[in-house]
């Protein structure tokens, strides 16, 4: 009785320090709990270094999100061009565009010293050389029969369906074989080509799927395929195309509220196709009531900005992160933020790390983190931009590469 007392509280005070204990001389081991964080998790930056343009010198490629598959990045970008040749110029427009970089041996990013000539590098400036086939009709996410195809531009040229990915491919399953499954939500943005104003203000979105068996040769591609072209309709909160992070059993997927907010959805990570199987998060519970795009209620705090930015996991912290654009902002400043769960609470965000600018209308934009490309010894975070300058100045759209690292 008295022992079991006292080895009730050795085990109380073991949890607490996390060390063996000694009972009658013998060593207990104890199945170490999860410890309970006594304040939410808040990585500062203790060191940032610029480390590369990432970039196919041959394209300009503007608002790149990346995610992993196989032992390569996967890197999705919006609006690119292609280089002619022997010239600082760009033409004909392809609504997104897709290449892949490699990692080193040791497993951190493959940048070389310099290569070629052409967007964002000058010859003497370090790259993460993007590979992959020149971009073709139609783009890497094809377009809706409605949005004219395939380019999305317009007869007239007064309008275009712009096909443009917000977040880079939500990995849901890798097989044995390797095999990689993956989706992307797209807004089915409507714009003005003058104006650049949006025709529907809350479009419709895409379900896009992906899937890939890794293979050595850059110039293959995943396959992919529109699961449904109305996934989320008009009107309809666009749950994933804010970002979104699988973890468990579930996909939790983050979408836009209007006029302002950030809302939430799960999904078994093995039922993204099948709507029946979501559940909404609403005034802190989980229901199957879809709500409302301007439903207040739906609103996770601090869940992201609303800026442009990426959700993750750090297995590293035991937290979910979110870093990304302030809202509105053009600048290249990173905000975090940081939650225990996908539901929150979530911390106010606050700068993690300032960079530089370009010096066109939009300085700086598509703010986006790659925790991919951590090792898991790394306590810290790789970063990228798309800097945008006058055309007087650079005619390419420019994608830094930082790495910072955490105090
Ligand atoms: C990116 O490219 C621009 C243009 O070539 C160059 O001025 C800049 O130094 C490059 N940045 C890095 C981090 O390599
Ligand atoms: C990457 O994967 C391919 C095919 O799976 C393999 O042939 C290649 O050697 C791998 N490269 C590295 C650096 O591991
Ligand atoms: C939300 O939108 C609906 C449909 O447009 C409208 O009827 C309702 O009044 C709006 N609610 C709020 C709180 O703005």
Redesign the pocket.
Known sequence: MQANRLLAALLATSVAHAAPIEFDDDKIFVVSQKPALASPYKPQAKSATLLANVTDPDLSRDSCGSAKMGNRTFWTCRDTSIRIPDTDQYGFLFANSVGWTDYREDGAPAIQTSGPVGAGSDGTNSVLLMKGPRPTLPTFYPLGSDMCPKSGICADGTTRWTGWPDSPPMISDTAQDGTVTAYTWVSNNHISTTTLELLTPQPSTTLYKMTYAPETDPDVLPAVTTVDGAFWGE?EIGYGTYGNVVRGEYAYLYGLLRPGGVALARVPVDSIEDKSKYEYYMSGSWTKIKP?????AAAVPNAGTTGQGTFYYSQRAQSYVWIGQASPSIWADFYVTTAPSAEGPWTAPYLLYSGPNGDGDLPSYSLQAHPHMLREYDDGIYLTWTQYFKPSTYTAYVTPLVYISFV
């Open positions: 009107h409302a795009i301007n439903d207040t």
